[in-house]
């Protein structure tokens, strides 16, 4: 393969898959529409279509899911539209009095090789903090903690996060594919 496309519009995707691939990527930015699903998998698959639509080029794309326990699943895939509304701090303020604060958070990566779309997802498990807390990171980081800490994504370093994210975990499973292919 010449290249390998990434298309977002989130820098901070574009450097997390860099140093996590561990290969040179161009970055497309690109706000794509996406399809409405509470399928992580297959918003994706339909985003990678799309870019591949507008660039005929081998690319991927990614998601994410934020999966609240006590609300059987929900914002899922529609965490952004719901941090949009409320924000972080609105999500907090809805959650406040909840004794469940579980959360499993998804990353999708969408592969599209010019032939066909592949999926590779990974996962994390983690609660919800009490309050927002740190400065890195961005969109809902400053309110998850994956299981193995006490910090919320925002407090860890970039190398902390990268080795423990979702979205690496997503990334490591393609890496592999892509050393494969």
């Known amino acids: 393969m010449e290249q390998l496309y990434f298309v977002t519009s989130n820098e901070g995707k574009i450097k997390e898959a860099e140093m996590i691939l561990g290969i040179p990527i161009k970055p497309i930015r690109a706000d794509l529409e996406e399809i409405q699903s509470l399928e ?3 918003i994706v698959k339909a985003k990678a279509r ?3 639509e507008l660039i005929q080029k081998p690319l991927f794309v990614d998601d994410v ?3 609240i ?3 059987n699943g929900f914002p899922g895939p529609f965490i952004k539209h719901l941090c949009d509304a409320v924000g972080n701090e609105g999500l907090l303020k809805i959650m406040k009095n909840e004794t469940n604060r579980k959360i499993i958070v998804k ?3 969408g592969f599209h090789n010019g032939k066909e779309v592949i999926s590779f997802i990974g996962e994390v498990k983690g609660t919800l903090a009490g309050e927002s807390r740190g400065q890195g990171g961005w969109g809902w980081d400053p ?3 994956p299981s193995h800490t006490d910090k919320t994504y925002a407090e860890l370093t970039v190398e902390e996060k990268n080795a423990v994210s979702h979205r690496r975990e997503a990334l490591e499973i393609f890496k592999k594919y892509l050393q494969q292919a």
């Open 65 to 67: 899911g934020f999966y």
């Open 107 to 109: 990353a999708a990566i």
């Open 143 to 145: 309110i998850f903690i």
């Open 40 to 42: 992580l998998e297959e």
């Open 50 to 52: 799309k870019a591949f």
């Open 69 to 71: 326990e006590a609300w």
